[in-house]
């Protein structure tokens, strides 16, 4: 049997409706085929061909990104694409571009942070690509800590303009995606000061190239900030530097939704509230969510089409080797992450109606849930990417010696996601940010009922003192004992910290000391969400043959797998006896046996194009070895069977006269 027959067996093992699962997967049939229709358009269409990339150069590189964009555009214009479908046009090029940054940070920002005056102006020319913008935050001497930014916008009252001005080297705007060579205008973020006075940081919209021929205007010295991790990823992509001298702009490009500067030089916090800004960051921390979930489904895609191909060992009297996916080993590494997927693609969906409820209580003034709201999405953030960076990294080992090869796909998909732990929001100060939300809330108990996700810590004084009630194996298929075991370790590690903090001097000393077991806390917090999200979602209605009983086995993977990985948080905080984590990590076991029969069928519900996919191990046919030899062989190292440099460097070597007390 080859690999081809091996997939088409597998795929007739399937214990569940696949069409059916592609829907569940996509959040609705009107997902599905808006996502169905933009990826086989991007994959049947030449120009977006990705298998040349390997041996391009940077500049090649950064040309073809061009290239692929402007046709990009071409087809959005043709075919009078909608948002959501030009958004899914881009996903699946899969290229990072600076219209990842025009359509994900500059539009947004305009529409969040402008007048109605400025959105007027700026959002069409934005929208029509008749100006190109970047998000310009970071500098090269602070990212994380935005109050610690350098540049200056001084307002001078005689011209009604501001100088826009880097003080220091370290005040250099160094990172923002299409700065180098493309963006005409971008946001950048600097201290507001007038008349001496220092007001805050304010984004300020400033034009960095002349619309006539791109060259940079005066006093901006604009250029690329150098090659990044992996190869054909995001060195597609001109991350840039910028300086500005005294550069002038019109007090009319402040941002000023929040707070304005009169013509006086007054400065005016306007009544619309500062939270307003809460809607877009749920948006995009949704979007961070969703990400993570296709990055995750892709990898995961590959490693388990592969090792249901892969055979080593296990031979009797002759017959075929058994397959890597058999081995227990190898189910307990990939089929988590399986499951991961699937736990993160739910969390994105209920992040989209979080998005729809903190809309409608921003409109009726309503920001209590905002406290609660920031501290989840945050650690959304920090958990999916990190579990999805980490994972696609275990997928690329658990194929082996071939996984290290580019045209497995999965070194590039790894050097184009990580960086997703950094940007938004580095993963760790966003842990930071929730624990301060947990210190707060927990501290709070006796005055305040916590709410939404924070909830179950309004029962904090019992779940420190209920222990777990499982008996048997099968107990742990319970979602009820599984949240309460989530719950009740999470409490108690906020709780726990809290009751040390109350030791120390001050909270700030004792924020900082313990920030290490803090952050804990906080992804013990996330876990509860995860897990319960997925959890209510099985709740509803989910149509199919066999669907919904799959994807149950998937939650309690998902859950299970995370208790046996933190049992030690599990023991320590004296929730769970050993017995019981080992009566989880039986049923585990078992899971992953349900697990297998669908594994490919599951990895098939994620609907991927192997154009998307770029990926020779994660072929959907299966026919991996001929096509890894051909991919092999199209290196440009095998155009001659003598390569360039042989005769000038090797065969001297080979050929050098060497005296006989030498040998
Ligand atoms: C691919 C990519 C694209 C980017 N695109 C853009 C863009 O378009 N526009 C833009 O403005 N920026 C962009 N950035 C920059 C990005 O937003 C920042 O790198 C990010 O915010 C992290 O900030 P930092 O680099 O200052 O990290 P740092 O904050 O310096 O992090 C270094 C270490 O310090 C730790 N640390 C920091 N503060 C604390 C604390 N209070 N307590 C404990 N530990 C702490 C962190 O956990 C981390 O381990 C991009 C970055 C990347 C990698």
């Known amino acids: ?98 219209t990842d940054l025009q359509w994900e940070m500059f539009v947004p920002a305009l529409e969040g942070q402008g007048t109605e005056e400025q959105k007027k102006k700026w959002v069409p020319l934005a929208k029509t690509m008749q100006i190109i913008g970047t998000y310009a935050q970071t500098e090269l001497g602070h990212g994380s800590n935005v109050q610690g930014l350098e540049t200056t916008a001084t307002f001078d009252r005689q011209s009604d303009e501001f100088v826009i001005h880097s003080p220091t080297l370290t005040s250099s705007k160094w990172w923002p995606g299409g700065l180098a060579k493309v963006t005409t205008h971008a946001i950048v973020y600097a201290r507001l000061i007038i008349d001496g006075h220092f007001y805050g940081v304010h984004g300020f919209i400033v034009q960095l190239r002349s619309l006539e021929d791109h060259s940079p205007l005066p006093g901006i010295t604009l250029g690329d900030i150098g090659m990044k991790f992996g190869h054909g990823t995001y060195n597609t992509m001109d ?43 749920v948006s995009v921390r949704q979007t961070i969510v969703s ?62 109606l979080l998005y729809t409820d903190v809309k409608q209580r921003l409109e009726v003034n309503d920001f209590s849930t905002l406290p609660e709201v920031h501290a989840c999405t945050a650690g959304f953030k920090s958990l999916t990417t990190a579990a999805t960076a980490e994972g696609i990294e275990e997928c690329r080992k658990l194929c082996g010696g071939h996984g290290y090869l580019i045209s497995s796909g999965l070194p590039e998909l790894f050097a184009f996601y990580v960086p997703a732990c950094t940007y938004e929001g580095e993963n760790v100060v966003m842990l930071l940010q929730v624990a301060r939300f947990l210190v707060k809330t927990v501290s709070d108990l006796g005055n305040k009922q916590p709410v939404g996700t924070a909830a179950y810590l309004g029962r904090a ?73 997925f959890i209510r979602r099985l709740q509803q209605d989910i149509p199919g043959r066999g669907v919904k009983q799959a994807l149950e086995v998937l939650c309690n993977v998902y859950a299970l797998f995370l208790l046996h990985k933190h049992q030690g948080d599990f023991l320590a905080t004296g929730y769970l006896t050993p017995k019981q984590a080992s009566l989880a990590n039986d049923q585990l076991r078992t899971l992953y046996s349900k697990v297998r029969p669908n594994a490919i069928a599951l990895v098939d519900s994620f609907n991927h194009t192997d154009h998307y996919l770029s990926s020779v191990l994660g072929r959907y046919d299966g026919n991996v070895y001929p096509k890894l030899y051909e991919a092999a062989l199209k290196d440009p190292l095998n155009d001659s069977d003598i390569a360039d440099g042989i005769h000038q460097y090797v065969q001297p070597i080979l050929k050098q006269k060497l005296h006989s007390s030498k040998l």
């Open 461 to 533: 004084s019992l779940l420190v003192q209920k222990n777990c009630v499982v008996q048997t194996a099968e107990d742990w298929l319970n979602p009820i004992a599984i949240l309460e075991a989530f719950e009740a370790r999470a409490a108690r590690m906020a709780v726990g910290c809290c009751q040390r903090l109350a030791e120390f001097k001050s909270p700030e000393e004792g924020f900082a000391e313990l920030s290490s077991d803090l952050a804990e806390a906080s992804l013990a917090h996330c876990q509860v969400i995860v897990v319960s999200t």
């Open 239 to 281: 991350n840039g530097v910028a300086r500005f001298d005294r550069v002038r702009i019109p007090r009319d490009q402040m941002l000023m939704r929040v707070s304005q500067v009169t013509k006086e030089g007054k400065y005016m916090k306007s009544n619309v509230p500062r939270q307003l800004g809460y809607a877009t960051m």
């Open 1 to 98: 049997m080859e690999g081809v027959d091996y997939l088409r067996d597998e795929r007739s093992k399937a214990q569940f409706d696949v069409e059916t699962m592609k829907v569940a997967w996509a959040g609705s049939p009107e997902a599905f085929l808006v996502c169905d229709r933009m990826a086989k358009l991007v994959a049947n269409d030449p120009v977006f061909e990705k298998f040349s990339k390997p041996m391009l150069g940077r500049k090649e590189l950064f040309k073809n990104t061009l290239r692929k964009t402007a046709h990009a555009w071409k087809l959005v214009n043709d075919l009078h694409l909608t948002e959501e479908e030009a958004k899914w046009l881009r996903h699946y090029i899969d290229e990072p571009s600076y």
């Open 291 to 352: 990400d993570a979930s296709k990055a995750l489904s892709r990898a995961v895609c590959i490693a388990t089409r592969y090792s249901a191909i892969r055979r080593q060992f296990g031979s009797r009297d002759g017959g075929p080797e058994t397959q890597v996916l058999d081995y227990k080993t190898q189910q307990s590494r990939l089929f988590p992450l399986v499951a991961s997927a699937f736990a993160f693609r739910f969390a994105s969906d209920w992040l989209k």
